[in-house]
């Protein structure tokens, strides 16, 4: 597979893990957030709608479903975290989809941990994010496609920090799953200033 | 450029672009020469007539792109692929206090009247008879998790529906499930939808015989064949292996095959009794019955002829009577039956009729031929309670079947793919989907069982409670639909959750008691067959819209789903648990030994039940609690928002106000009559009589909302309601009024009578249906009304 190929990639996922979730009820606290939202327009994508999916275990829980990306307190790979998928193609690479996913993963967490309805009860860890390739077409699941990847990461994270050397190592998944990897971001990044 | 905080950390973000979307050319997409698609990656996998289709279909979405389509024509063409609208697809959604546009990128460019192309849609994807593959399996989680939300939906028709599609997703999407045998063709549209069928079939104690040969042959049969391309509306198959159990819901059925068995001179004939006419929507009907045994060889040819007199003499024009059942109800069974006959004899003979039959006797043991564990396993926590309710034996010694107890329908497409590998490891090829929005395992070795719930369990898939009061059904409702009301799911997933946190899922007298819910009165949620059911409504209280629920008792499953339950009052949406835990005490205490749910509601009376429950059906003012004003699992006021809060506090009720209240109290007292298995046919025909006077009252209401001295006779209230409401459109909004209008129509014209005690039923529930458009037109009047007095008023769509 040639870089050509998965410069198409625009479907990707980026999830952020909590270091603290003290949510109870997560219908009760999240769904009236996000409505306000899409009300007030607080993010610069179409927001379209709120998916309860709380009632089904390990589910993607409570959804910010918006056109060109969707958020999700989800909880599908076993850890709670905030999940951005992004939906549409993008002006750019595959590279710039990474980097523009990472940027409206970390704008949605910041704005959820500040929210003083939520105060105190999540806090995320931005030092680690999961990557995921969620198009099994461009970016199988596979050695290959992990190895026409992890540059495209790299060259993602960058972008969205502008500054240092991210550490990408692949996650040892199902091979049906996505490909996904995990990005460590250490001081290079400067992001404990 | 904001800058964001997380964990405490600071990003500078400056160094990312803005949102920017790429909003290509119409026709000008790029594709780079060497990229490889999914067209070509599938072609060796995809049957060339298949691949030509989707070909054909991913031409015509380009043509719309290109607006050389026109928009209704390209919407017929993407429903008889399955791809339907969702919620907000007009562009435009209530936010709690005004709708607000929604600003898609291309606004303006759509996919069929009024609908966004950019908005997000759904996607129905066929499966014929439930019956589904581990591989099959694993290709629905991979698209689901690519081009939906990684969530799998069961209906309560067997198809799995994806939802928060892009339509120019959906020709990949089709490659990917046809690469595995999966059709989404005609899953919507005015076409035969998914034939359904029972999921026991084939190892059922009681079935005539295994009728999934049958049903996988009428399937493929009528899918895309000629004579079933010409429908006013949709067409909807059922089969079932015995006449007395509800698993296939025969009797809601346009068409419908009951599997028989005669003897002629000694020897065996196999057959179906075949039913016509029977649906639930608005206004349910039970089928008829068309021939009482036919020899299975006549399935086919029968089927094609039902299907050409439909398409020859049904409904075209008004779609609000173009259900076979319509036909069915208006040639008389008989006038339907000679029809068919003649037209049997007009049909040039086909091998496909019969060239599977051979096969279909052959006897199926889809299980492993040796158990996949040695039966040592130790049982993870609940496996008892699991074995109670979620374990069937089946008719095959030393096999059994499980049922996969799904919340709300709803799997994950990483548990879909640990089902998958569950499939493999027990018995690959013998899953079903259930009409109760679940899975059933089939052939499972007795010797497996514990080690299949100890999987079942690691995948967080080991729910007990399967098919008991906890297994709420629902559809959609306000969460996707269009259509949607009220929230379903919302109140199914509340109830679900109280009746398992007191394990109400055990409790033996409760033991079969089913509740469903429909978001509107078009019954997908099957409402009708519940012991309990409920469907979406909404009243106003003073000057804001509260979201209700209309509750019906008496329906059941048995003689397969062949009793529909009535409208009792309703409830506001906020007092649906409190009124089932009301009900439920009443049942607890007042029935008889081995009496069901249904046969006590018979033995004590809907008017008995309504007046113990009158109190629950009180809403409280804005002011004492707002909580009643905005639906489960939302947020947003369902209501009026800001209209004058002072002025309503006062709770003026209208004279329209008291007219809807007596018409529904009257529609009420008629249901009660109908629904009496002691009333007398000539009490029952009577009641439609109040049915009529209902409607009449309910007129005269919006009547009185410009004019307090209307005449109470029924030929002036028509004249002045058709005057007034119909040629002025004040009574039609999108989806409501036409059709209630027609109900109107119809009672007028017969004079509030009715033949029998079938059409009396009709009556009542067009006159409750009436009722409901008469509601939505008074809000609609308010609206106005106050939009004039400049005082904003946004009313929720």
Sequence with gaps: MSRREIDGLYRVCVKIYASKHEIEDHAELLVPIFHEWIRERVLDVVMLDVADYAHAPDSPGIMLVCHEVSFALDQADGRFGLLAQRRTPIDGTAADAIAVTVRHVLDVGARLEYDPRVA????????????????????PNSDAGYKTFVPLVRDGVRAAFGRGEPVVKRIDNDPRDRLAVEVQLDSAFDVYE | MNVPVVGGVVFDLSVVSTESERVPEPGLQDMSVDSRTWREVLAERIPVSVAEEIDVYENQLELRKQEKLEETVFAELRLRRGAYGQRYDNGQRYDGTETQDILFPRRGLTKGPDTEWDAPGMQRIKIPFGKLSAEQVEVLADCAEEYSNAVLHITTRQDIQLHFIDIEDTPDMHRRLASVGITTREACGNSVRNVTGCPKAGICRNEQFDISPYANAETWF?????????????????????????????????????????????????????????????????????????PESQMIPVSQAIARVYARLGQK?????????????????????????????????????????????????????????????????????????????????????????????????????????????????????????????????????????????????????????????????????????????????????????????????????????????????????????????SRNVGAFKVPHFQLLLGGSLEKNAGNYGLAVGAVPSKRVPETVDRLLELFTEQHEVGESFRGWVTRVGKKTIKERIKDLLEVPAY???????????????????????????????????????????????????????????????????????????????????????????????????????????????????????????????????????????????????????????????????????GEGIKVAR
């Design chain 2, 222 to 294: 009528l899918l895309g064949h000629r004579d079933v391309q010409d429908f006013g509306r949709k067409f909807k198959i059922a089969y079932s292996g015995c006449e007395h159990e509800g698993c296939a819901r025969v009797m809601m059925h346009d068409l419908g095959f009951v599997a028989a068995v005669r003897t002629i001179d000694g020897s065996e004939e196999r057959g179906f009794r075949v039913v016509v006419g029977g649906g639930l929507g608005a206004v349910p009907h039970v089928a008829k019955d068309l021939y009482e045994f036919m």
């Design chain 1, 120 to 139: 105190g009860k999540l806090k995320l860890d931005p030092s680690t994010l999961r990557i995921e390739a969620n198009d099994r077409l461009l970016a």
């Design chain 2, 623 to 789: 002011e004492e609690d707002p909580t009643y004003y905005v639906d489960w699992h939302d947020a947003r006021e369902y209501s009026i928002g800001d209209i004058g809060v002072g002025e309503c506090a006062g709770e003026v009720v209208t004279l329209t106000q008291f007219s809807l209240a007596n018409a529904e109290s009257k529609t009420f007292d008629a249901s009660v009559i109908v629904d009496d298995p002691n009333s007398t046919e000539s009490e029952a025909t009577e009641a439609a009589g109040e049915a009529y006077e209902a409607i009449i009252l309910a007129a005269q209401g919006l009547l009185k909302h410009e004019d307090s001295d209307v005449k109470s006779d029924p030929g002036q209230v028509f004249s002045r309601f058709q005057r007034e409401f119909i040629e002025t459109e004040l009574f039609f909004e999108r989806f409501i009024g036409s059709r209630e209008w027609g109900y109107f129509q119809a009672a007028h014209e017969a004079g509030g009578e009715a033949r029998d005690r079938d059409e009396a039923r009709r009556r009542v529930e067009e006159s409750q249906l009436f009722i409901e458009a008469a509601h939505a037109c008074y809000t609609r009047l308010l609206q106005t009304q106050a939009s004039g007095n």
């Design chain 2, 317 to 537: 024009r008004n779609r609000n009577k173009a259900r076979i059942k319509f036909l069915v109800a208006k040639l008389g069974i008989e006038e339907f039956r000679r029809l068919v006959d003649e037209e049997i004899e007009t049909l040039e003979e086909d091998p496909r009729w019969s060239d599977w039959l051979d096969e279909a006797h052959l006897p199926v043991i889809e299980g492993l031929s040796e158990a996949a564990t040695d039966g040592s396993a130790e049982s993870k926590p609940g496996f008892s309670d699991w074995l109670k309710t979620n374990v069937y034996e089946q008719r095959q010694g030393g096999f059994v079947a499980v049922t996969v107890n799904l919340p709300l329908g709803d799997i994950t497409s990483r548990q879909a793919r640990k089902l998958a590998d569950i499939m493999r490891q027990y018995a690959p090829d013998a899953m079903r989907t259930t009409v109760d929005q679940n899975f059933f395992l089939r052939w499972i070795h007795d010797q497996d069982l514990v080690a299949l719930y100890n999987d079942l369990y690691a995948a967080k898939l080991g729910l007990s409670g399967a098919g008991t009061i906890a297994d709420v059904t629902t559809c959609p409702g306000t969460d996707t639909c269009k259509l949607g009301i009220s929230s379903s799911r919302g109140l199914g997933a509340e109830l679900r959750e109280r009746f398992e946190d007191r394990g109400l899922h055990f409790d033996p007298l409760l033991k079969g008691v089913q509740v469903k819910v429909s978001g509107c009165p078009n019954s997908c949620g099957l409402h009708h067959l519940a012991d309990i059911g409920f469907y979406g409504s």
